[in-house]
């Protein structure tokens, strides 16, 4: 079961990089989309934190996971335009 999971975060991290590519060439054009991966990212972090603490076997998200997706947020929302 866990490689159905795997291949199914797969391909939706994969299908919103692609999105993603598209919209760094008008980031003001596509700010919903950024917005909703840097938002998406910080609870998608914050929820595998809180599952990881509470499962040993879990705890190396702490350190791989959980830091990458609100790396991932941090540099998104640092690197938006902001507005005038």
């Known amino acids: 079961m866990a490689?159905?999971?795997?291949?199914m975060i797969v391909g939706v991290y994969a299908t919103l990089g692609i999105f993603l590519i598209r919209a760094?060439?008008?980031?003001a054009g596509n700010a919903s989309l950024i917005w909703f991966t840097v938002?998406?990212?910080?609870?998608?972090?914050?929820?595998m934190a809180y599952q990881a603490m509470g499962d040993?076997?879990?705890r190396g998200h702490l350190t791989g996971d959980v830091p990458a997706l609100l790396l991932v947020a941090l540099v998104l929302g640092w690197l938006m335009p902001k507005k005038a």
């Not at 938002?39 to 929820?47: E, L, N, P």
Request: hydrophobic residues 50%; aromatic residues 14%.
């Open 3 to 7: 490689s159905h999971y795997f291949m």
């Open 24 to 27: 760094a060439k008008d980031p």
């Open 39 to 47: 938002w998406s990212s910080v609870v998608h972090a914050a929820i």
């Open 56 to 58: 040993p076997m879990q």
